[in-house]
């Protein structure tokens, strides 16, 4: 095990890091080669509950930790000692500063500070700031060898939580620019539901039927950066492009025509152009999830009748969630099926429409019952 000064490698690491997300499963994942300390909890404030919420708890097992949930407020007197003095601090040093307080006050604040820290299990005490506002709070648990922490390793620590601090900050800067592009194309995808009762809500339920689906494969969305957003939004969207169909192509109860259908396969790569500028932020796959949303893993879908391989895995989910969507809802040309004729038929594609992964992680969600909250309504009213 290297002790906790080591981490000069894992840093430059940890400096390649793209997202919040990433440093806690680096985090969590070299914990045990990299800590040689108790335990690492990490708080980060959330800006609308107006708290320091402990979002991640790293702890070795052979020191298994009873805290599960932890909130300081912004006046917690640990927040506030923090703000004070702006840099690292070991527990040792507000003993110290207890010792040589003027005032009953002040010895009574940092004796609360201390409390706090014990309750915690802390020994170090690290502040992540970004653009002066304090985002993270990393707390470390006694070292191993039950030694004092030298200056190089809190410094190495108080790296990490600068670059986590600097992730978070990063992170809701871009999820505010795409909050703000998602709610002006909303209003397409609104005009678009308008037009044709028969999508009411789809997208709503596609973006959480893939969510849901998303969920239950493991690892694969964690590979992605801002992976479980751009799934959000490229489910929401991935039909955006109809409101170029004409209103009669939307409607129609008959079979389509061989032009009205050629219209009709453009919808996806309408859809990508309008929701192109989430590029910048989030990357090349959410638009490419949506281009692929009725592509086939046997290469008989469309636009361009990739295979398997090739098919993105936004697209592959997608794919799944969209076709439940599509058969538990009323359409002009047929009523909407059971929940459990539905499933079925999705378990039945598996290999040629869908990706079998996707329909195994599908699975596991409808026997967890998951999708109940999707369609508890229906599911109620077929008993
Ligand atoms: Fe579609
Ligand atoms: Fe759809």
New binding site residues.
């Given amino acids: 095990m290297k002790e906790p000064g080591m981490l000069k490698k894992d840093i430059e690491k940890i400096s390649k890091l793209e997202t919040p997300k990433e440093l806690f499963a680096f985090l969590e994942n070299e914990a045990k080669s990299f800590s040689a300390m108790e335990l690492i909890r990490i708080f980060v404030l959330d800006e609308v509950k107006r708290k320091y919420i402990l979002k991640r708890n790293i702890a070795r097992k052979d020191s298994a930790s009873s805290i599960k949930e932890a909130s300081f407020s912004l006046t917690d007197p640990l927040i506030k000692h923090i703000l004070d003095i702006k840099k690292p601090f070991l527990a040792r040093e507000v003993d110290e500063n207890i010792a040589v307080a003027l005032t009953k006050e002040r010895q009574g604040f940092l004796s609360l500070v201390k409390n706090k820290l014990e309750r915690m299990e802390g020994e170090v005490c690290l502040p992540g700031f970004a653009k002066e506002k304090l985002l993270t709070v990393f707390i470390l648990g006694k070292k191993l060898s039950e030694q004092d922490y030298a200056n190089e390793e809190i410094a190495s620590f108080s790296l990490v939580a600068q670059h986590c601090a600097k992730l978070i900050n990063d992170f809701n800067a871009v999820k505010k620019e795409v909050e703000l592009f998602v709610s002006s194309i909303r209003k397409i995808n609104k005009a678009l539901e308008d037009k044709d009762v028969y999508t009411k809500g789809h997208s709503d339920r596609v973006a959480r039927i893939s969510v849901i689906i998303g969920s239950q494969l493991s690892g694969e969305l964690e590979k992605i950066p801002y992976g479980e957003i751009s799934l959000y939004y490229a489910a929401e969207f991935?039909?955006i492009g109809?409101v170029a169909l004409s209103a009669s192509v939307l409607k129609k109860e008959d079979k389509l025509n061989a032009e009205e259908w050629k219209q009709m396969k453009r919808?996806?790569l309408e859809?990508a152009n309008i929701i192109k500028p989430l590029k910048k932020w989030l990357g090349d796959i959410v638009v490419e999830g949506v281009i692929s949303?009725?592509e086939n893993c046997d290469g008989t879908g469309y636009p361009y009748g990739k295979k398997e391989k090739d098919i993105n895995i936004l697209a592959k989910i997608i794919r799944v969630a969209?076709s439940l969507d599509a058969m538990m809802t009323d359409r002009p040309y047929r009523k909407a099926l059971a929940y459990h004729k539905a499933i079925s038929e999705l378990k039945a594609g598996s290999g040629t429409k869908f990706d079998p992964k996707v329909i195994e992680a599908f699975w596991e969600a409808h026997k967890q019952g998951l999708f109940k909250e999707v369609f508890l309504s229906q599911m109620e009213s077929e008993g």
């Fill in positions: 991935h039909d109809k919808h996806p859809s949303h009725h969209d």
